[in-house]
DNA sequence: TTCAAATATTAAACAATGTTCAATATATAA
DNA sequence: TTATATATTGAACATTGTTTAATATTTGAA
């Protein structure tokens, strides 16, 4: 029946269509910008409507929240060719950071925010984060089986790597680093990835 | 005039009043307990009363979050005669961890939440903040004055073992570690910690 | 084409939040 | 005792997400 599969091919653009229309007032001016709302009212359509497409909002800011790790992902996919783990990983630092700091909405959604979405951890929902987070452990274990990092195990090595470049990026994100003048930040991540870089890994191989 | 001194007396026990019932549901329930109706019940008056001792939520949500910095500043001067910095900065992890872990609600004020309270970073109020920072800033100076954190600046460094365990901290309390099972988390932070002393001190002295 | 049944959409309401403000109650000083 | 100053209130406002009964639309068969 041709009038069944339209009808799904049309609740399925509807679902879109708010998805992108969230998105949208998601870049324009950040989370706080995402109400059911301010998105009936984008779509000309009125709020309850919503409810027919999406349980709740949760559903509605997972959407974003999965794009986000798209576009980590395909980051991290670009060192894909990258041979040497110990280079592979400094490069992954640097590229985390770079995709927090240009991305902090997003990033923000990704790691830190709560009442916004709790749905986010809810069920199974973190495959697109276990991806990324296999990618660095999968290049934490080639530095160990290469013996570039040593005495430790693969889960607490990466546990601490991503913990330290994660606790910059949130420290920064949710303004608790007013300890330093805002010029300085940049340079002090600078800094601290090299510190940390130069002492976590050796290039002995 | 012995009246205007009451007067002032009484405002400030009702503002103590405020704050102790804030911090009481806080305790209770966390943070999403507490709201301005919630302790207005609590206390017997009428919600707008509250906005004669306080300017907004974000006043009162402010005294607990430095009640949180006070808890965290007395734990880092339990430190104070611990002489070797090695052994200090190490104990000052392990007790940093310790310290997010049995306050999650605390920790995630003083270092994560967001829209809760924008007032918290607003003025010069992070002294509270400022003064554990430089406990630990101080630490690593000496680390570094004695040779036993190298290559690398205070500040560098500093960021980077704070960063290191608030990213932890922050990534367990706001639930983003679902891709390990509960019971090894404890485990794995040991691991991380430990990681971390091993390769970023030496204890050459 | 017509019309009952299914589906989609809406407007209004609910509950909860922080906050404001005119009206009321209370306390103070003369 | 009374006028003034202060404290307190209750109702209202604006803003959320969400639900639901009522309406509008679309569909499939007669």
Redesign the interface.
């Given at each position: 029946m041709s009038t069944e599969d339209r009808k799904e091919r049309e609740k399925l653009e509807m679902r879109q269509l708010i998805i992108k229309t969230a998105m949208q007032l998601f870049k324009e001016d950040g989370i706080?910008n995402v109400s059911i709302r301010a998105i009936a009212e984008k779509i000309e359509y009125s709020p309850g409507s919503i409810y027919s497409y999406f349980k709740d909002k949760g559903e509605i800011i997972h959407a974003i929240h999965t794009e986000g790790f798209e576009k980590l992902y395909a980051l991290q996919k670009s060192l894909d060719d990258i041979k040497d783990p110990v280079e592979k990983l400094r490069r992954m630092g640097e590229l985390y950071m770079k995709f927090a700091m240009e991305n902090k909405d997003y990033y923000?959604l990704m790691?830190?925010?709560?009442?916004v979405a709790d749905k986010i951890?809810e069920k199974q929902e973190?495959d697109v984060?276990?991806r990324s987070?296999n990618y660095l452990r999968d290049t934490v274990k080639d530095c160990i089986e290469n013996g570039n990092i040593i005495?430790?195990?693969v889960?607490?090595?990466t546990?601490?790597i991503?913990?330290?470049?994660?606790?910059?990026a949130?420290?920064i994100i949710?303004?608790?680093c007013?300890?330093?003048p805002e010029e300085?930040i940049a340079q002090?991540?600078?800094?601290?990835l090299?510190?940390?870089n130069?002492?976590?890994i050796s290039n002995s191989n």
């Open positions: 706080e923000d790691f830190i925010a709560k009442g951890c973190w984060g276990q987070y005495n430790t195990d889960d607490s090595a546990f601490a991503w913990g330290f470049v994660h606790g910059m949130s420290l949710r303004g608790r007013a300890m330093m300085v002090t991540v600078k800094g601290s090299q510190f940390i130069t002492h976590l």
